[in-house]
């Protein structure tokens, strides 16, 4: 006998159930037809790249979290830790074959080995839009409403975007005399971490710097002192605003920086964002080394502690590093796992065990009439299973409805099949009430489902098509 394995997993994963599966699934198609209604176009790419490829702008941080290995051709490769290093290089591989801008959107796994924790995975999905092709400030506000727009269709009220723009820090850097790009860029990293070590932390980190590659600590306290100003709770849009156009704003890169976050927010407010779900924040710097502009991350605020669920920047240096010329770039990518983790506990996400809205019940004598009857609602789009076992008893099909959490259940036996009707039931009576249960006749099954699962929410209205669109080569009461 082999031996017995034990069924386990990593740290890290996770199984998706079909209760997990189906809300999921739901959720992806809504953010994909919010990603369309914008016109961005799907992409998909390998999930296994030369690690040179993903190596090519990450930083050291990121180093650290990608799954490294050599496969049986004894080649460096690596698991893709995010999506947008392979856009890059499909932009350079297939230069000529896409328009400008090209417009994309992407669904799929990527790995991290980070910490696991609270709603954060080691394996997860990314939902990426991207605009490749135009230096255009609009393509970065677009990106805000796409932010807000996926937001919305999901059900979340609560989300800030919080953005801020990258040449920010390279105007503090001039304007406080730090001449070390090295030092300059791990400031930047250490204020990425302040949402998770405050800014005792960041206060921490920053003063170590002082004394690296002749940067003064005066320097240092200068920094520590802007973000201790631009964190401040009180602070308003226009007053932050005002502190960086009197600090970096004093240099040509912190100029240009401020005016561009004032028309991105501008822009974003007149694409329909409104104005209390964004927040000009001078903090915002995000880990990624290739951002060169706009950066933006979207929490919720009643669900602060699971971090961003949104979250993306432009980087127009990126496809250079595949290509002979730099190409400007801005995208956005929706952290899918975390996003339902925190749906889930707020009681917004609508969980389901099966993907089936009826199950038509089969008795031997009528099973046939029961097949079409199934056929029937599926060609008029409502989901409906057969239930497969011919000889099963009716209290065993009820029962199996009752555990996948089946609403409905249509029944139609040699009684019904002589008077030409059908029995409707509902399984927890959220609509029927004390009759759970109704006879209707066979030329208004369709419309009596349909009625009954608009009212509980189970599909929008007029989503299924009327019956007459629907023309059996014969009836399935006959």
């Known amino acids: 006998m082999p031996r017995k394995v034990e069924p386990r997993l990593l740290k890290g994963f996770r199984d998706y159930l079909p209760e997990v599966m189906i809300p999921r699934t739901r959720l992806l198609r809504a953010i994909a037809s919010v990603f369309e209604r914008f016109g961005f176009e799907p992409l998909d790419t390998p999930t296994i790249e030369y690690a040179d490829i993903l190596l090519a702008k990450a930083g050291p941080e990121q180093e650290k979290l990608i799954y490294r290995f050599k496969d049986h051709g004894d080649r460096d490769v690596a698991l893709r830790y995010e999506l947008t290093i392979s856009l890059a290089r499909v932009l350079a591989q297939y230069s000529t074959d896409l328009p400008r801008p090209f417009k994309r959107y992407q669904m799929g796994p990527v790995w991290r080995a980070d910490a696991p924790g609270k709603g954060r995975y080691r394996e997860f999905w990314q939902c990426d839009v991207d605009i490749v092709g135009t230096s255009s400030l609009l393509a970065d506000a677009e990106c805000l409403a796409v932010d807000h727009a996926v937001m919305t269709a999901v059900g979340v009220s609560t989300h800030l975007i919080r953005f801020n723009n990258r040449k920010l820090f390279r105007g503090l850097q001039e304007h406080y005399g730090i001449n070390s790009d090295a030092v300059m860029a791990d400031a930047m990293r250490a204020v990425d971490k302040i949402d998770k070590i405050g800014f005792e932390g960041v206060k921490t980190d920053l003063e170590s710097l002082a004394g690296r590659d002749g940067v003064s600590m005066a320097a240092i306290k200068a920094l520590q002192g ?195 009707a059908v029995i409707l039931k509902e399984m927890n009576s959220q609509v029927l009430g004390v009759d759970s249960q109704q006879k209707i006749g066979v030329e208004h099954v369709v419309d009596e489902v349909k009625k009954i699962l608009e009212k509980r929410s189970a599909l929008p209205a007029n989503d299924v098509p009327r019956l007459a669109t629907w023309q059996p080569g014969k009836p399935f009461w006959e």
Do not use: W
Not at 263 to 281: C, I, N, Q, T, Y
Not at 287 to 306: K, S
Not at 375 to 391: G, Q
């Open 226 to 420: 802007f973000i201790s100003q631009a964190c401040h709770p009180n602070l308003g849009y226009v007053d932050r605003l005002d502190l960086c156009r009197v600090t970096a704003g004093k240099t040509e890169i912190g100029r240009i920086a401020c005016e561009e976050i004032q028309r991105v927010r501008d822009s974003a407010v007149a694409m329909g964002v409104p104005e209390h779900h964004l927040k000009f924040d001078p903090t915002i710097v995000r880990g990624l080394d290739y951002y060169t502009g706009t950066v933006f991350e979207t929490f919720l605020t009643d669900a602060m502690d699971y971090g961003s669920v949104m979250s993306g920047g432009r980087y127009d240096g990126l496809v250079g590093v595949f290509a002979n010329q730099d190409e400007p770039a801005v995208g956005i990518s929706v952290g899918i796992d975390r996003l339902i983790t925190v749906l889930d506990e707020k009681g917004l996400l609508k969980k389901a065990k099966s993907s089936a809205d009826v199950l038509v019940i089969v008795f031997e004598e009528t099973a046939a009439n029961s097949m079409r009857l199934a056929e029937l609602l599926r060609a008029a789009e409502i989901k409906a299973e057969l239930y497969l076992d011919r000889s099963a008893k009716l209290k065993k099909q009820l029962a199996y409805a009752q555990r996948k959490g089946i609403p409905l259940v249509l029944m139609f036996g040699s009684e019904e099949k002589a008077s030409k």
